[in-house]
């Protein structure tokens, strides 16, 4: 297995030499990680671990135990970098030895002696009796099994304090790789130690041999006198005597050592005690780091002294432990309620709900931390989703804004907040987008608008850590290593399992709440009364305007990709969409009824400007006002990948069909009521003055800039209107249509052209009932001026003057016509044409007889009215002046047809400049 660390070097030691226990700092390089890749460091042979502090990766700090030699390396072992190396040394000075009877101003180790009076060696405690390496070399473990040596040395052992002792056992298992002059070296060892001993007790007797002697002739005498006098038993003999001064002797050697070997025994107490705290002083000073730890929030330090402690400590029988560790256990306890809060608590981030659950997985938290986690995190969703209704619930009543058009046509929506998750660009109807724009458009959206913005911002921040929780807490990853060991992964995957159903249930409460109280803000009909009550509470009536909800859409449509990013079942996700697809038929619908409120308000910005084709601004503006406004249902007609055709049910494509051809009708109405308004009525408008295109050599004259239109006037505008709409203006929407997909265009144009066309028919016989009847009622009264009689009249000298008249009055609405619109002019002057012959050939058919100079005069002003308007002559026309003339005697002589040829030649040169306008122009019309 490669390392990714260099292994640890020492390279100095301070101080470089000291008695055990010595506090020393270790410096050096690559020394670890932290305190849990910190795993072996050793003083001149001495495991030091217990004892060490781990500073950083070039500092250790430990205190030196008492090895058994009195120099050697300080070797560091890391997990990451292995067994490390030393290139310097520490000096383990070997502290003073007392007797019994010295003083000493510190406590040091004494001597081993041999207590005569009790018999057992005083000072040591009993592991240390054992001495760690008897033969005195390199132990040198072997790989031989531990069960084969039992199988071949069966009822031996390997431990040299047991009985049933084995020094074959001993060398294989320790010194199997040992050379064999290793090995001589420790037979040499064992040599000098028995010698040692030997000799000591030796020495202890050659030094008081004089004493024994003594002691020994005493001893013969007193029992020589014991034998002459034979009264052992007797009191007050001998024996008794001796028995007494060995009794004061032995008290007196009492009183004197007393306080000595008080303050030895307490002193041995007090070692005793002090060598328990160092040595286990991981688990006395556990409770207080662990205190500590937690305060700093080191929990991962806490977890890794707990299961060192646990492992070591927690089935001992010593009462002391017991207690400490049963403190640890209470600490511990107190550390898995404090996590268990932290998790639970909201809001809290996905690493940190992730961190707290192997934290209580690791301390084997009673329950299921994770799934727990999970329930509080979907109830704090739901109760943030409802928090945020009744904020703007409440907050209405003392709001003003209105939830219609907040902007108008010229500016744009503010972006959807979720656009932090992806780059969008709003919906836009007329401009671009003012990206310079701030929160201050809030102020301005409806509180439905930014109460959706706000909802669907709560579920894309919070669902998919939920659903990234439960991804983790099924296959697994929630937990540590800890957890893996113990086996607890598989059985909280298990338990996951187990509780899918229960999880998609969750899942399917936030979506459905979701949908509820979006639909209780802007569908409220679509909820029953009870879900209502949950979900609505709204008190305003108005309608949000199509630009709002179609940035409604583009939100909904946000949120749904982000969610199914998220890789949620598209069953779970399925009331979104069916959401977004109410959201968008009634977007469409309320875009078309308010294109009617505002084509309706078209009518108000006629300014009666016509251009060379004799038409407004007013069809232009209509037919952009309603591209734009499909333009501005793109995003909402447009289906994405899932959704429904809008189209696809038959009663929403009907209401839509419906819509439709009411826009049209609404506008057809408008001109209507523009070409019927009097200037002064309360509700008008101010009237630009009729302009005309000067620049046009086919005008007869020009009129004042500050004309206001007639009555006349206005219907000549509003027909040759209606003649554009009916010809271009429906064509170009019904193709306008047609590539949004709506369906049914070519009705939607047929009804709008037959409605036009209603309404041209109907304006264009007002305007010809309002210019032809005065100019017929004039031709009866005219002809008959002066008492004129058919029968008895002069010879004719010319065209009457009733005719030239009937002829100046047709020019003046052939220059009306002109003026608006030179197109309509053949139509209104045909039919006013029509009207005049049809009223001359009456006239003459009426007469009784015609003498002859009547009936010259009658053919003279006959032919010379057709001659005068060939150009608009039609079927109708020719046929009255047939009947006409017709009815007139025929002319008898050639004197009379060349008179009649001289005055009509008269006429026509007389007239030439009036009749002019009769003529047919071949100039083209110049646009401008």
Not at 719 to 745: D, I, P, R, V, W
Request: net charge neutral; proline share 4%.
């Amino acid at each position: 297995m490669s390392r990714t660390r260099q292994p640890p070097l020492v390279t100095g030691i301070s101080p470089n030499e000291g008695y055990p226990w010595t506090k020393v700092t270790i410096r050096g390089e690559n020394l670890g990680t932290g305190s849990v890749d910190l795993i072996g460091l050793t003083i001149c042979g001495h495991n030091c671990l217990l004892t060490s502090e781990w500073i950083s990766a070039s500092k250790i700090v430990c205190r030196v135990g008492p090895a058994k030699d009195d120099k050697g390396d300080i070797i560091v072992t890391t997990k990451s970098g292995g067994k490390g190396t030393s290139t310097v040394s520490f000096k383990l000075m070997k502290q003073e030895k007392i007797g019994i009877l010295e003083q000493s101003a510190v406590w040091v180790e004494e001597m081993n002696y041999y207590d005569m009076r009790t018999d057992r060696n005083k000072g040591i405690s009993p592991l240390s009796l054992r001495p760690a390496n008897p033969l005195g070399i390199d132990i040198d473990k072997g790989r031989i099994p531990q069960k084969d040596l039992e199988g071949l040395f069966q009822g031996m052992s390997g431990d040299f304090t047991s009985e049933k002792f084995s020094a074959t056992w001993y060398l294989i298992e320790n010194h199997s790789a040992t050379s064999f002059d290793q090995l001589k070296v420790a037979a040499n060892y064992l040599r000098k130690q028995a010698n040692k001993k030997n000799e000591g007790s030796l020495a202890y007797v050659k030094g008081g041999l004089s004493t024994f002697f003594e002691a020994q002739d005493a001893l013969s005498a007193i029992h020589q006198k014991l034998e002459v006098d034979g009264t052992e038993k007797v009191e007050g003999s001998m024996t008794q005597r001796l028995e007494n001064v060995l009794n004061r002797a032995s008290n007196t050697a009492d009183t004197l050592f007393q306080e000595v070997l008080g303050r030895k025994d307490k002193a041995d107490s007090t070692r005793n005690a002090l060598n328990v705290l160092q040595r286990f002083k991981f688990l006395f000073n556990l409770p207080l780091n662990i205190e500590r730890n937690i305060q700093k929030g080191d929990y991962d330090v806490v977890i890794n002294d707990y299961e060192k402690a646990k492992s070591l400590f927690g089935k001992t029988e010593v009462r002391v432990f017991q207690k400490v560790y049963a403190e640890v256990e209470t600490r511990i306890d107190s550390l898995r309620l404090l996590l268990m809060n932290k998790l639970l608590e909201m809001p809290s981030t996905l690493h940190d709900q992730k961190r707290y659950i192997r934290y209580l997985s690791d301390l084997h938290a009673p329950g299921e931390p994770a799934w727990q986690c999970i329930m509080a995190q979907h109830k704090w969703i739901l109760q943030l989703m409802q928090n945020c209704r009744e904020k703007y619930v409440k907050g209405q009543k003392g709001s003003t804004m209105l939830l219609g058009p907040m902007l108008d046509l010229d500016s744009d929506v503010r972006p959807s907040p979720i656009s932090r998750l992806t780059q969008t660009g709003s919906v836009k109807r007329a401009s671009s987008f003012q990206s310079s724009r701030d929160d201050s458009w809030r102020f301005k959206a409806p509180q439905p608008v930014t109460f959706v913005d706000n909802l669907t911002e709560i579920v894309i921040s919070q669902l998919p850590n939920f659903w990234k929780l439960w991804i983790s807490y099924v296959n697994g990853s929630l937990f540590s290593e800890t957890g893996e060991k113990s086996g607890s992964v598989e059985k909280f995957k298990k338990n996951a399992r187990s509780r899918q159903n229960d999880f998609k249930k969750m899942i399917q409460e936030i979506i459905n709440s979701l949908v509820k109280l979006i639909r209780g803000a802007l569908l409220p009909s679509s909820l029953s009364d009870i879900e209502l009550r949950q979900h609505g509470g709204w008190e305003s009536k108005m309608e949000l305007s199509g630009q709002w909800l179609t940035h409604i859409i583009h939100t909904m449509r946000i949120n749904y990709e982000s969610l199914t990013a998220l890789e949620i079942p598209n069953d779970l996700l399925q009331a979104i969409q069916e959401l977004i697809l109410d959201l968008r038929v009634h977007c469409l619908i309320i875009t078309l009824q308010q294109t009617a409120d505002d084509v309706k308000r078209l009518a108000e910005k006629e300014d009666w400007i016509v251009d060379n084709e004799g038409t407004t601004s007013l069809p232009a503006q209509f037919e952009h006002h309603v591209v734009q406004t499909l333009q501005s249902l793109n995003e909402t007609i447009d289906c994405k990948p899932g959704e429904t055709n809008i189209f696809q049910h038959e009663k929403s494509q009907q209401h839509v069909h419906e819509l439709s051809i009411n826009i049209m009708k609404v506008f057809i109405d408008s001109l209507e009521y523009l070409s019927t308004k009097a200037d002064g009525d309360s509700d008008s408008i101010h009237l630009s003055s009729l302009s005309v295109d000067i620049s046009s050599p086919d005008l007869l004259g020009s009129i004042h800039e500050s004309f206001s239109p007639t009555p006349e006037q206005k219907l000549l505008i509003v027909l040759s209107n209606c003649e554009y709409l009916a010809h271009h203006t429906f064509k170009n929407l019904a193709e306008h249509f047609e590539m949004h997909a709506f369906q049914g265009t070519e009705k939607i144009a047929q009804v709008s052209i037959d409605a036009v066309k209603n309404l041209d028919q109907h304006l264009f016989e007002t305007y010809i009932e309002l210019k032809a009847d005065p100019i017929v009622g004039s031709l009866e009264p005219g002809i008959y001026a002066g008492y004129f009689d058919w029968k008895d009249c002069l010879a004719p000298t010319g065209v009457r003057t009733y005719l030239k008249e009937a002829l100046v009055n047709i020019i003046a609405v052939h220059a009306e016509v002109f003026t608006i619109s030179k197109e309509l002019v053949p139509r209104v002057l045909s039919r006013i044409i029509e009207a005049v012959t049809e009223e001359m050939s009456r006239l003459m058919q009426c007469v009784s007889s015609f003498s002859r100079n009547g009936a010259l005069q009658a053919r003279l002003e006959i032919c010379a009215l057709k001659d005068a308007v060939a150009s608009f002559l039609t079927p109708e026309s020719n046929y009255s002046f047939k009947q006409a003339l017709e009815a007139l005697p025929q002319l008898s002589n050639g004197a009379d047809k060349k008179l009649l040829e001289e005055l009509l030649n008269k006429f026509k040169s007389g007239m030439h400049l009036q009749l002019t306008c009769f003529r047919p122009s071949t100039r083209s019309v110049v646009k401008t």
